[in-house]
Each structure stands twice: as structure tokens, then as C-alpha cells.
């Protein structure tokens, strides 16, 4: 972008350097854009990117992340996962089809501090904001969206350079201002903003008391598109809200699932009171070991109920098992990572958003006569090395008996699902529920109700069949 030294406001000597020149200036207020000020982003290493205001005024901190999905920026602007982060998407153009509220993926029910739909995010940066969206469903641009909900947003920056340098360094610390041009003030201020790791984000985006999720209240304004729920109160599901999307709920009740959404540290004694079929464990942002007051519960349920988890939900499966988990360089969010299923040898194409992981070796001792005579995990911790066997390994856990490894990341060989063979209860690291992203997880909604009915071999299903189940186009 060019930089000049003149500046129509009073900002101050940072402002001026940070701001466009007159001459540009004048060109863009003559667009639908209209003039919006200028906009700073700072990274943690110092790293500096210039770019225009296209949300709320003010300054924000998070962790800098990149969310490569082609659409569905609205989903990710409002997935509670993205609490304490300042989201970079990667592809060019946002806002073209603007916003259905009717989209919202938080599904925290409203408070008098806090309002059912406000996203969790900390900012975010984009190349190109559309101020003028075209779609029948759209109500409102993303720009106003953002301006409504006090989310700092900047475009104009280069975010394939942005994107570049997180992959290279790793994901950090970043402070986007409206306001505060100054490095040395900018880079005080992101000083002493807390770091992710070790914060417990979940309590600031779960419900705080249960309540009720049923077929009644899957949304009207989908219906062009999905499919009547099927056998609707077949199941009793407690559904543990770590920030848990809509869609997902939506996924649960389209299978036959009654849901009592209950807050992130409920008591495992409370959960079985309510006798249950299954207990389904979200999705949520930030530390996974931050969450105790969640897998410490995962940890007295493990036996005793059917236990399905994604995303989080699957980590505290994981730790509940006495597992590690490792901050990954730059996670995994967007709509097109490849995972291989080792039960089923198909290649899904899934939605995820996370930036820790399991470190899959940490849940016991590979028992050789289940994982093709192998004695030894691989010494570089490349999981794809069972990919390439096609093995599905299965280590011996001291407290849970024998878990097998289930699903594989095909872009870095991290664990992405396991299944506890002694105990019902299943889990995979990415999110099922496409909103948004591809549907070739969707099995997964059927597998947890095959689970729940006691079928053994519940993992076996075709997924080619079952990813069009539940919309409408499946049968034309």
C-alpha cells in the first residue's frame, strides 16, 4: 500500500506514516468502500503489516492464526473456538455474499453480559472487505457486522506474505489497532498481553446454566436446504458446551438426539443423574490443559456412559486417558485438511480449527499383534507411517485398556481420532457438522447413534452415502 505523510484527522506522527496518501484517499472515498482510516497490524517478533479500518474502531490483542476455507467467514467469525485470536483469512475476497444472521454458529443461548450471537474472536484481517454484498439470504455486510459487534478488522494487507511468515515462525502474539500507530506503544501494549497457553478460554464462552436442544429448534430459514430430522427424542444426549457451534448441535439432533446442554465444568454425577444414552463433548477454544474441570469429569463418565468428542471434546478424551498434548506451529483451520480413516482406508476432506494436538505416543505402548508386529511408535513422530502401512495401531492405555489410533492428519502425520476399544467411547480432532466446510464427516453423527444402540462395529460405515444425509438435495 502507499504510504504518504499527510493525513486528514489529528491521529498523530504514527498515524500520518500509517495512512494512505491524499491522492488515494480521494480515490478510495469515491468507491463503495468509502474512506475508512488507517489500520495496524504487529506481530510478536516486531513484524509490522499496514492496511485500511473495515470494522469497529479500537485496538485489539490475540493470538494471530489463518483460516484457509473459501467461504464461510461468517461461521468462522462467530465459532466460540476462536476466542482470544485475531483471524487471518487467506482467501482474497471477503464479504461478497454478506451475512444471514441465521448462519450464526455460537450457540450460547444469551446472557445479560453477554448477547447469544457475539463472536469470540479478537480481530481480524482480511486483503479485500466487501462493503457491498449480493446474495438473496444477505442482510447485512460483513464491515457493518463487524462495526455492530466492536470487532477491530483490517484489510488491505498482504495476507499471503501474513500467512507465509506464520507458517515459517509459527503462530503468535499480534496487536491490530485503529488508534495506536506508535510501535513502541503498539509493541508495549502486545508485551503485556497474556499468551494463549495455559489460559482457560472455554469458561468465557460456555453456558452457564443447561438447557434444552431438540429437532423444535433446528432453524426454519435451513429448511431449503436440509432434510426433516430423523426419528426425532430417539436418543437422551448430556452435550458438554466447551463453546460448542450450533451446527453441531444441529448434527446431533438431525440423527435422533434430545440434548441437554450443560456448562463446561458440570460434575460427571450430575451428568449421570440425568441417565443419559450419550454424552457428546464440544468443541471449544484455546489450552486443552487449561480444561481440567472438564476432562477430570471425562475421566469418571469413561465406562459409564457412550462418549463421543470432537475437536476439544476429543482432547480431554485424550488427556482424561492420561495423554500429552503439543501446541502445533501454526494449527489446523479451514474447511479442506485431508485425514486419512485407517478403519476405512477413504480420504475425508474435513473442517477444523484448533491449535493444539495429541501426541498420540503418549497413550501407551503399541501392542504388536494390533498394529501389524510393530513394537516401536516412529521415532520422528510422523503418523503418517501407519498411513503408509495401512494400519490402524493400537497401544495398551494403563487406565482404559486398549485405544486405537483411527484417523490421520495427511498434511503433517498428527493424531486426528482415536477409539477406546474397551470402553465406549470414540473421538476425532476435527469438526463433522460443515458449517462451514465439506460433509464427508458427517458420518460421524451416525457413528456416535450406532454407538449409543450398542453395535459393535459402529466406526463401519460408508461415507459416500452418509456425507448427503440430511439434506435435501440427497434425494433429487
Known sequence: MELGTTLNTTAGVGAQKAAPSELAQRIIQQTSKGYRGPAILMLEDGTVFYGRACGAAGTSTGEVCFNTSLEGYFEVLTDPSYAGQIVTMTYPQIGNYGIDPADVQSAYPGSPERAADAPALRG??????????????????????????GIVAIEGVDTRALVRHLRDHGAQKGIVSTEVFEL???AALLEAAPSLVGQNLVRTVSCAEPHAYTAADLPAQHAFASAPAAEAGRYRVVAYDCGIKRGILEGLARVGCDLTVVPWDTPAEDVLALEPDGVFLSNGPGDPDAVDKTYSQVEKLIGRVPLFGICLGHQMISLAC?????????????????????????VEITAQNHGFGLVFPTLGELVPELSGGVAEHPADGDLRFWVERGIAPVVSNER???????????NDGTAEGIQLLDKPAFSVQYHPEAAPGPTDAHYLFTAFARLMDGEPDYLNIDIATDRLAGWVFASE
Open 322 to 346: 492420561g495423554a500429552t498434548m503439543e501446541k502445533l506451529k501454526f494449527g489446523h483451520r479451514g474447511g479442506n485438511q485431508p485425514v486419512m480413516n485407517l478403519l476405512s482406508r477413504r
Open 400 to 410: 482404559f485398556g486398549r485405544i486405537r489410533l483411527t484417523h490421520v492428519n495427511l
Open 184 to 186: 513502541t506503544e503498539l
Open 124 to 149: 481480524m484481517v482480511v486483503h479485500d472487505m466487501c462493503a457491498t454484498p449480493s446474495n438473496w439470504r444477505s442482510s447485512l455486510s460483513v464491515p457493518a457486522y463487524l462495526e455492530q459487534q
